[in-house]
């Protein structure tokens, strides 16, 4: 049985306020896909002054990237991820900051979101993370590309869940997009959405080969239409992954579907978010955009690799009030 | 509240901005005296600037007196020559006053955050930053000042008077340009925020500006009308409309160059295909972004009828997201009001029109106020009509493209417009029509130093930044000419011939006189040679109603309109000789060169109707600045009383040019030479009601001409003795004047030009 990760994200805190109904989706409304406007530079601005307008600081500071932390699905996406990699990042999630950190902030308890890994490794993931609360997400579908036949990328989200997978992360096909063939999109968003059972679905949008914000904006409507869980910006293998003006994008979507609908859909960014002012930053759109619910993580994951490193630094230097090194926090 | 607790809730937290330095550096000052001739004086009678956020004493400040602003005038009066010789001087401490401004942002800011009561966020990151780039920008321009504005010097001494909203950008946007063309400056600032003027005073002699270019005087509005009316050559006024017009009044006659940028109502129109949730976003930066107390706010929302509730709805929302308090907080979005007395001032016009459906949020106790959306008013509401300054929007909808522009238009003001729309070919119809000196494309409150910043209608005249920001701080280097009164020729001879009959011109038809009254024309040894009727203001009435109706000029082609005025040469060219006879049985001069030279004019005109461009501003963002160049509107021109054909033909031809409407008022002493073009305009395919011409005495005409609420600027080349009258008459709809003279021998078509028209500067950022 795959986990249910809205019952369980990590062992400390139980920080989820309620157990929301997944997103059951609904027919494709072409109206309401097609009048969806994106205006690049509005977005921009936005995107631009947000972090001179929002500033955490001190203990409020280390609250939030604690909280970061407990919503980062700690990800490895290589060609040479082995079980030894993957259980010595698994060790990391369960105690993503050194134990004496935790405990002068008195966050003793504290994992990430999730580990995310191809489908080889997700047997040795949920194996590691055994007992620990913590979901495994797989990337599927022929990820990156999703050019994989769609028989295949079917059955590759089945073989995951039976992996123990809790989360599947798919890729959606871009040339849907690009070619403006919403139908096919939501199509294939709605079989994968099945395919997954009660594994929760988070839709990758690609968003850097999607052309214009306009082109993401109706994506994240269609995929939530067809049932997505979460919708996520990259696959983090795009040369452009997640940026400020593409979540403002996204994460207006998510908020027009639930002012229509009332489901509440989540929202991961995904590639490129490296240091911890920039997870303040994410942060805080997510809270004034969407609103405190979102800043749980069964609504938002942040999918990075060296982020939590920049964040414990943060974090020891708040405690000690000395800048800290790299080499005093254990690698994952 | 603990770590633990704070990951539960998710709260901001308070996060200070230190206001240590800006503390130090005040206690360091102790009571300020001004800052004149490159010094300080002793501290005067003193007045508390308080902190409106804390309720605090920050400083105290001298009331200026009659004798300090004497002084100061002199020491700028001083000052001025040797400044203005050389522009690569100027442009090495304008570029040096940048520097220290920038290297001291942060004191600044904080400085102006703790007077203002301004978010630190705003101060730290627009105000000041702005303030420096007006700086950079202009050192550049003293430092190309001589060659590209060879035919320009400097106006002298400048009187500027600055309001409390944005108190160093203002100094810097009055300053800057004032000094790069060669000018020395007495500015006052508000009585309210007087404190970063003070410190941008101490960083002047820093920046090796020499005594007396930059003298800065304290005190109230009083001390700001002893500046007004002082010795200068000029007034620049940013602040009410109320003041401008006072202003406009105290200056009338005196030949004072002036500037006003004035109170706006600024319209924000959303249409249907719009990205709401970006236009939700920009209402936030168009009339919370410093409390509101903006003069180009977007405080009047037009919504597409059917958005109207998705977008209220969204912004409600947007509108409980707001953070409200301490301005010094790196997390706050709406800071203090400027002062408990502004704060009654909205609250009492609030309370004074309960009218709409008000929506409100919190705000803490002390000098704030919440942000307020007033939907469900129409047009004629009076918080539709009336500037509230302060974080206050009104809303109402509209149905089509039209409907938005005509409710845009229904106000007095005129400064600034937003537009909002995904559909470009519907976004830049309507920016062209809105009534504002700026109107920004899916955008609001974008401002630089390279594109002007001013308005029309009563949100005032002139403009700041750009290059057509130079024209207000620099006049003609050729001398003035004299503006010749001349009196009509006596007689008592009889008529020979047939009686012509030479009515008004109105309407593109012969009107006779409302007051059914003409006057004989006698020539030079007594001839009669004509009647001409006297028109009285209700011609004068009539004509405007004709220029109204005549409004499709403004927006013909300048192909077209050079046709017109080619046609109309070649008109007056077939009849020259008759012309040429008639101005020389009204003056008893060969008017031969004079009718050759109106042909000329005539052809200048029409070359420039297609060629007088607008520009292409580099403004640092991801597009462009379009600045355009419009007609002012209706312009009343008393044309001189010599030259009677040179000279009507030359202001006129420019003014129809550029797509103006006129009503002319004929050479007084000589008016039959008008009279007389009757049928060449007839004859020239002249839309009926661009040309109107009315004859009679300047002085019935001059007054309500310029009292005239639809006639949007006088000119006045004609008795300088009523340059007064008009002046302090404009005040009532603050329509621009021009009383001067020109030498009508020479061609001065190019420097008519922009007297006849408005620059808008249409911001279009785009992006795919």
Redesign the interface.
């Known amino acids: 049985m795959p986990q249910d990760p809205t019952a369980a994200s990590g062992a400390f805190?139980v920080?989820t306020k309620e157990h929301l109904p997944r997103n059951p989706g609904m027919p494709l409304d072409m109206d309401w896909v097609m009048s969806a406007?994106?205006?690049?530079?509005?977005?921009?601005?936005?995107a631009a002054?947000l972090p001179?307008?929002?500033?955490?600081?001190?203990?409020?500071q280390?609250?939030?990237l604690?909280?970061a932390i407990?919503l980062i699905d700690l990800t490895t996406l290589s060609g040479d991820d082995s079980a030894g990699r993957v259980q010595r990042l698994c060790a990391k999630a369960r105690q993503p900051v050194a134990p004496d950190l935790l405990e002068a902030?008195?966050?003793t308890g504290l994992t990430t979101g999730a580990v995310c890994v191809y489908h080889d490794m997700v047997e040795t993931a949920v194996a590691a993370l055994a007992g620990s609360g913590i979901p495994v997400a797989a990337v599927s579908t022929g990820f990156p590309a999703g050019l994989s036949p769609f028989h295949l990328r079917i059955a590759e989200i089945g073989e995951s869940v039976a992996a123990g997978a809790a989360e599947i992360d798919i890729v959606i096909s871009r040339r849907h997009v690009l070619t403006g063939n919403w139908q096919a999109l939501y199509d294939e968003m709605a079989e994968m959405r099945a395919a997954c059972g009660d594994a929760h679905v988070k839709a990758i949008l690609a968003t850097g080969e999607l052309?214009?914000l306009r082109n993401v904006a109706k994506a994240s409507l269609v995929c939530m239409m067809a049932g997505a869980d979460f919708i996520k910006t990259s696959t983090g293998k795009e040369p452009v992954n997640a940026t400020l003006p593409v979540t403002l994008t996204m994460i207006?979507a998510i908020?027009d579907y639930h002012?229509r609908t009332g489901i509440y859909v989540g929202y991961k960014p995904a590639g490129g978010i490296s240091k911890a002012k920039d997870a303040l930053v994410y942060?805080?759109m997510i809270?004034?955009e969407l609103g405190?619910r979102w800043?749980q993580p069964d609504l938002f994951r942040f999918g990075a690799s060296s982020l939590l490193g920049d964040i414990e630094r943060q974090l020891e230097h708040h405690v000690t009030g000395s800048y800290s090194a790299s080499w005093r926090h254990a690698i994952g | 509240?603990?770590?633990?607790?704070?990951?539960?809730?998710?709260?901001?937290?308070?996060?200070p901005e230190s206001s240590k330095e800006a503390l130090a550096w005040l206690a360091s000052k102790g009571d300020f005296g001004h800052f004149i001739g490159g010094a300080w004086t002793a501290p005067g009678t003193l007045f508390a600037v308080m902190n409106p956020a804390t309720d605090t004493l920050l400083a105290q400040v001298t009331q200026g007196t009659q004798a300090d602003v004497d002084a100061a005038v002199k020491a700028a009066r001083k000052a001025q020559p040797a400044w203005a010789k050389d522009g690569h001087a100027r442009a090495k401490v304008l570029y040096a006053l940048a520097r220290i401004l920038q290297k001291q942002s942060r004191l600044f800011a904080v400085l102006e955050t703790l007077d203002n009561g301004k978010p630190i966020?705003e101060s730290?990151?627009i105000d000041v930053p702005q303030a420096v780039r007006h700086f950079y920008y202009h050192a550049g321009m003293a430092q190309i000042m001589a060659d590209e504005l060879p035919d320009r010097q400097a106006l002298g001494v400048c009187g500027q008077v600055i309001p409390w909203n944005f108190p160093l950008l203002m100094l810097a946007w009055k300053i800057a340009p004032a000094l790069a063309m060669g000018n020395t400056v007495v500015l006052k600032p508000a009585e309210w925020t007087p404190l970063t003027a003070l410190l941008f005073a101490d960083i002047c002699n820093q920046a090796g500006v020499p005594p007396g270019v930059v003298n800065i005087v304290t005190g109230d509005g009083e001390v700001g009308e002893m500046i007004v009316t002082a010795d200068v050559d000029k007034v620049a006024f940013t602040g009410s409309t109320g003041v401008g017009r006072r202003i406009r009044e105290l200056t009338a006659g005196t030949g004072k160059a002036l500037s006003l940028e004035l109170g706006g109502k600024g319209p924000y129109i959303v249409f249907e295909?719009?990205?709401?949730?970006?236009?939700v976003?920009?209402v936030v930066d168009a009339i919370w972004f410093n409390q509101g107390q903006v003069c180009c706010a977007g405080s009047r929302l037009l919504v597409q009828e059917g958005i109207a509730d998705v977008f209220y709805?969204k912004l409600k929302a947007r509108m409980s997201?707001l953070r409200i308090g301490d301005p010094l907080d790196?997390?706050i979005?709406i800071g203090a009001i400027v002062h408990p007395r502004q704060q009654a001032r909205i609250r009492d016009m609030l309370a004074a029109h309960p009218e709409g459906e008000t929506f409100q949020t919190t705000a803490p106790s002390g000098c704030y106020f919440p942000p307020t959306l007033i939907t469900g008013l129409a047009p004629a509401s009076p918080l539709m009509q009336q500037e509230i300054f302060g974080p206050v929007l009104v809303a109402t909808t509209f149905r089509t493209p039209v409907e938005a522009v005509e409710i845009a238009n229904s106000t007095r003001y005129g400064l600034a417009a937003s537009v909002w729309s995904?559909n470009i070919n519907l976004a830049l119809d309507v920016a062209p029509k809105l009534v504002a000196g700026i109107v920004w494309v899916?955008?609001t409150n974008m401002m630089d130093a390279a594109a002007g910043f001013g308005g029309v209608r009563e949100s005032g005249f002139g403009r700041e930044g750009g290059w057509e920001g130079l024209t207000g701080y620099t006049k003609p280097v050729a001398a003035p000419a004299k503006t010749r009164s001349i009196a009509a020729h006596t007689g008592d001879g009889g008529a020979g011939g047939l009686d012509r009959t030479a009515k008004l011109y109105i309407g593109g038809k012969q009107a006779r006189p409302d007051s059914g009254y003409s006057r004989a024309v006698y020539g030079p040894k007594g001839a009669l040679l004509g009647h001409t009727s006297l028109a009285s203001r209700k011609d004068l009435r009539n004509a405007v109603e004709a220029c109204n109706a005549a409004k499709g000029w403004a927006k013909s082609s300048g192909h077209l309109r050079a046709q017109i005025l080619y046609y109309m040469a070649e008109n007056l060219s077939a009849r020259a000789t008759e012309f040429a006879t008639r101005l020389k049985s009204l003056t008893g001069s060969d008017g031969t060169a004079e009718v050759e030279a109106s042909i000329s004019r005539l052809f200048s005109a029409a070359a420039w109707a297609d060629k007088y461009d607008g520009q292409v501003h580099d403004v640092p963002?991801?597009?462009v600045a379009l600045a355009m160049k419009e007609p002012v509107g209706t312009i009343g021109i008393l044309c001189p009383d010599d030259a009677p054909l040179l000279g009507l033909i030359s202001a006129m031809a420019p003014a129809i040019a550029m797509g103006n409407r006129v009503i002319l008022a004929a050479s007084q002493p000589f008016p039959l030479i008008a009279t007389d073009l009757y049928q060449v305009l007839d004859t020239s395919d002249l839309p009926g009601g661009v040309v109107n011409i009315l004859t009679g005495d300047h002085s019935d005409l001059a007054d309500p001409m310029a009292r005239h609420m639809d006639i949007d600027a006088v000119w006045a080349f004609a008795d300088p003795a009523l340059a007064k009258g008009i002046e302090v008459a404009a005040a009532g709809n603050l329509k621009r004047t021009w009383c001067g003279a020109l030498d009508w021998s020479r061609d001065n078509t190019k420097a008519i030009l922009p007297h006849a028209t408005e620059v808008k500067n249409i911001w279009i950022?785009?992006?795919?």
Do not use: H
């Open positions: 805190p920080t406007q994106a205006n690049t530079s509005a977005i921009e601005r936005r002054t001179g307008r929002r500033s955490v600081k001190k203990d409020y280390a609250a939030w604690c909280k407990s902030l008195d966050m052309g214009t207006r908020r002012d942060l805080s809270k004034d405190d800043l | 509240m603990t770590v633990k607790e704070i990951f539960e809730t998710m709260d901001y937290g308070p996060a966020r730290r990151d295909d719009a990205d709401i949730d970006s236009a976003e920009g709805t997201g790196k997390c979005d995904e899916n955008g963002i991801r597009g950022p785009y992006g795919a």
